[in-house]
């Protein structure tokens, strides 16, 4: 049989774009792929049957550091405003009315009876702790679960309390872990917040749409 050998050569500049194509195709890749990351993953909790995402200090600008920023507005007459910019609440008052919650904390986030009934559901050696590693607590300490004040007003040096999971409990017994009304911080709004907890050690599960079908 004839043997023929063939040698196949490539000029510097197809080399060139050959190399920069690849590089091209990688930082594509490389982008979607941070593109994928950086997108709020969604969870679906058998329990309740509702889907939720994570939401902590670094997915805010404040970084939770303003509990409440405190808004005036005239709209046809004078009241005042509090915008959370963390998951704290929301209040709003007339001119010298006494402040109240507009939004009720289980229409937005994970409440405590919530959380309770997922440990109720817990079988064997399963623990709440393992049960919420993935959405949150490998970067937190704090699973807030209810807003609730102390009486008197919060206008009035107040200390800010809400019932909370911590992440340091790892037995399945009921309502192990579970801290009533623990503070984390109190204030003087606008004039102060004395964290008591850092707000990076915090995280909710904020209620989510459920993801689009492809």
Request: glycine letters at 6%.
């Amino acid at each position: 049989m004839p043997y023929e050998h063939w040698e196949f050569y490539i000029s510097d500049e197809d080399l060139a774009h050959w190399t920069a194509v690849q590089e091209g195709i990688r930082k594509q890749e490389a982008l979607e792929q941070q593109q994928r990351d950086a997108a709020p993953r969604i969870y679906y909790c058998n329990t309740t049957g509702k889907w939720y995402t994570t939401f902590k200090a670094s997915d805010t600008a404040s970084k939770w550091n303003d509990a409440l920023e405190h808004q005036s507005k005239l709209d046809g007459k004078s009241y005042e405003q509090w915008n959370a910019s963390s998951p704290f609440g929301r209040h709003t008052a007339g001119k010298g009315a006494q402040l109240y919650l507009d939004v009720e904390w289980t229409t937005r986030y994970m409440g405590t009876s919530d959380v309770k009934k997922m440990q109720e559901r817990l079988r064997g050696d399963a623990t709440l702790k393992s049960e919420l590693e993935e959405v949150g607590f490998s970067t937190a300490k704090y699973l807030i679960t209810s807003e609730k004040f102390t009486k008197g007003g919060w206008r009035n040096d107040d200390y800010w309390k809400m019932d909370t999971f911590e992440i340091a409990s790892s037995s399945s017994k009921k309502d192990s872990g579970f801290t009533a009304i623990k503070e984390h911080f109190k204030g003087m709004f606008p004039r102060y917040v004395e964290w008591h907890t850092d707000p990076a050690d915090m995280f909710v599960l904020k209620i989510a749409d459920a993801p689009a079908k492809n």
